[in-house]
């Protein structure tokens, strides 16, 4: 869920960015007399999506530089002999969590 709120953070950051400085050098333009710029990728594309960039990669190492692997291993529910057993989360807090890879799955 993290990932998604820094990616969503980053677009609008990026979009913020991008409005500002076309709104300055639309008024800049205004004040020296020429006529706004028309171009479609320019200054405020590249600055807002360095922006977003930047907001991207800050909210990763903010975030992730101090989260830890979760305590124990998770063991879904099964069904055994025709009935459901429960899962749930081993007690086992020294345990170093293995993930499985696709190729490991049944």
């Known amino acids: ?15 913020l960015v991008m409005s500002l400085v076309k709104l300055w050098q639309d008024r800049r333009a205004r004040a020296r007399g020429e006529e706004g710029d028309t171009q479609l990728i320019g200054l ?11 907001v991207f990669f800050i909210g990763v190492v903010m975030l992730e530089h101090r989260s830890a692997a979760p305590a ?20 086992d807090t ?13």
């Not at 993290?2 to 990026?14: D, V």
């Not at 405020?44 to 930047?54: H, N, Q």
């Not at 124990?72 to 007690?91: H, L, N, R």
């Not at 020294?94 to 049944?106: F, N």
């Open 1 to 15: 869920m993290r990932r998604y709120i820094i990616i969503a953070i980053a677009i609008l950051a990026a979009i």
């Open 94 to 106: 020294g345990a170093v969590p293995q993930q499985k890879s696709a190729a490991d799955s049944d």
């Open 72 to 91: 124990g291993q998770y063991q879904p529910a099964q069904i055994k002999d025709g009935k459901v057993v429960p899962g749930g989360f081993s007690d």
């Open 44 to 54: 405020p594309a590249v600055v807002g999506g360095l922006a977003g960039l930047a």
